[in-house]
């Protein structure tokens, strides 16, 4: 089960990630509260070793900012949130990337030339579980579940969903901040299941 943990500002929390065995690191580069500038995402990617994909997050930023940005931070794949045409992927091309969108969008994997998919919830950004088994079978290759994850939930999320693997934010937090002990469990607990 490939894990990605998104929405990390913090060394200590990047590490724990890291430890655990998540195949993936997401650091937001747009307007968000959990936004990094690039240079922030530089050195919190530095840290990270070469088996653990790094990926900035941008959403509604033209392919010259989105391309800037991943220069800059020097993550090693980007991840396009929302409404971006498929010119935008066109693009961007020569970058490792990664199409985030509702579950009422086209989720093939690839259709826009993306290398993995992210399947968020119908409102996405909510951190509300919803209906996983709703899109069991409908989504084609690499693609990740998210949308409401968290530890206790990932196991369930996962045999209803059957997933290539699953991408979680506000499911490790504590008080609206990171918590690694929570990273750590939701790792254990994706790595854990069946699939």
């Known amino acids: 089960m490939y894990v990605k943990i998104c929405g990390l500002r913090e ?21 968000s509260k959990r ?17 653990v994909l790094t990926v900035g997050v941008l959403m509604g930023e033209s392919p ?15 991840q396009l949130h929302g ?11 020569d970058i490792p990337l990664v199409r985030a969108v509702a579950a009422d ?11 993995l998919l992210i399947v968020d919830a119908p409102k996405p950004g909510s951190g509300e579980p919803w209906d996983w088994s709703a899109i069991r079978g409908r ?12 530890p206790a939930n990932v196991g369930r999320a996962i045999a209803e969903a059957e997933p290539w693997g699953v991408d979680v934010s506000s499911g490790v937090e504590r008080d609206g901040a990171k918590d690694a002990g929570l990273i750590r469990a939701f790792v254990t607990a994706a790595k854990g299941s069946l699939r």
């Open 35 to 51: 936004q990094v500038t690039p240079a922030r995402a530089r050195e919190l990617a530095a840290a990270v070793p070469e088996r």
């Open 64 to 78: 010259e900012v989105v391309r800037a940005m991943a220069v800059e931070s020097g993550v090693r794949a980007v």
């Open 105 to 115: 969008a086209d989720l093939r994997c690839g259709v826009f030339g993306e290398d």
């Open 11 to 31: 060394p200590e929390h990047v590490a724990a990630a890291v430890e655990a065995g998540a195949d993936a690191i997401g650091f937001v580069l747009t307007r």
């Open 139 to 150: 989504p084609s290759g690499n693609w990740m579940l998210a949308g409401g994850l968290d």
């Open 83 to 93: 409404d971006h045409p498929h010119g935008d992927f066109l693009a961007l091309k």
